[in-house]
């Protein structure tokens, strides 16, 4: 009878465990980032990596400046795209 209540017993124990896991594995994925919707209204129609483009375009242009001139350029297209 102890052999029996004990199997029971690593049964149960081994169950209990699994589910532990299991539970742990969907909150991880449920954490991960979601991606930006392409047609965000905020975005004015543009997909997410057309703006990052845009943006990072709008960067390059402001690399041959310098000084109080270039931070004005940085911070026009940082407004411009919401990259605060």
Known sequence: MSKLLTMLSAGALALTLSGIATAADNDQNSQQPRAQQPNDPA????????????YLAALKKCEPLSGADKSKCVEAARKKYGQM
Do not use: H, L
């Not at 975005?43 to 845009?54: F, L, N, W």
């Open 43 to 54: 975005a004015g129609g543009a997909t997410a990596s057309q703006r990052d483009q845009e």
